[in-house]
C-alpha cells in the first residue's frame, strides 16, 4: 500500500466501524445505561485496541491461523463464550441510578483485550491487511492502523452518543429492561456470521 491508498483505507474503515456489531452495540448499551463520560474508556479501547490488533496481526500473527488451523477453532469458541456473557450483562445491567451497586462501564483494557475476541474486528482487520496493506512494509502498516484509530473515534463517539440520547427515553425500568435485552439479543445475532465461517 502507498500512501496514495490511504483515502481508500480510510474510507472501509470508516464504513466498518459505522456498522453496527458487537463493538458498536456495546457502545449504545454503555452510553444508555451509564452516559457518555464512563463510557470514554471504552471508546477509547476500543480504538487503540483494535489499531494494535491491525498492527499485530499484519506483522504475522494471522499465519498462526494458517500454521496451527486449530488455534483458529479455538479463538472461535472463546469469541462465542465471551460475547454471550457480555449479551448476558447487558441484558441485566441496573438502571444508572443502581449501577454503582451492580455494574461498572467497560475499561480500558477490557475494551482493548475484547478485540481479540471480537469477529467483526478479526474480518476488518485481515479484509485492512490484505485488500489495502498486503506487503507495504512495516511502516505502512503502521500508518494503516493509525488511520483506523482516527477514523474509529467519530464512529464510536456516535454510537455512544446515540446510547446517551435513548437513556432519555428509558427513565421506566420498563422500557430500560426492553432496551438492555434487544441490545443483548443484537449482540447474540452479531454472532451468526461467525458461526458461518468455517
Do not use: C
Request: hydrophobic share 60%; charged share 5%; net charge positive.
Amino acid at each position: 500500500m502507498n500512501l496514495e491508498a490511504l483515502p481508500a483505507l480510510a474510507l472501509f474503515a470508516f464504513v466498518s466501524s459505522a456498522t453496527p456489531g458487537p463493538n458498536n452495540l456495546m457502545l449504545m448499551a454503555s452510553g444508555a445505561n451509564y452516559g457518555f463520560r464512563s463510557t470514554v474508556p471504552h471508546m477509547l479501547g476500543i480504538s487503540l485496541g483494535f489499531m494494535v490488533m491491525l498492527i499485530l496481526t499484519g506483522l504475522g500473527l494471522a499465519q498462526i491461523f494458517v500454521a496451527y488451523p486449530l488455534s483458529y477453532l479455538v479463538l472461535k469458541i472463546v469469541s462465542v463464550a465471551y460475547l454471550l456473557y457480555l449479551a448476558w450483562k447487558i441484558a441485566t445491567a441496573a438502571p444508572i441510578r443502581a449501577q454503582t451497586a451492580t455494574g461498572q462501564p467497560m475499561t480500558f483494557l477490557q475494551a482493548a483485550a475484547f478485540q481479540w475476541v471480537n469477529p467483526k474486528a478479526w474480518a476488518m482487520a485481515l479484509t485492512a491487511i490484505t485488500v489495502y496493506v498486503a506487503d507495504s512494509g512495516v511502516g505502512m502498516l503502521i500508518a494503516g492502523g493509525l488511520t483506523f484509530a482516527i477514523v474509529n473515534l467519530p464512529s464510536v463517539t456516535i454510537w455512544t452518543v446515540l446510547g446517551q440520547q435513548m437513556a432519555r427515553l428509558l427513565t421506566n425500568p420498563t422500557r430500560l429492561r426492553l432496551f438492555n435485552w434487544t441490545m443483548a439479543a443484537l449482540l447474540i445475532a452479531s454472532l451468526y456470521p461467525l458461526l458461518q465461517m468455517g
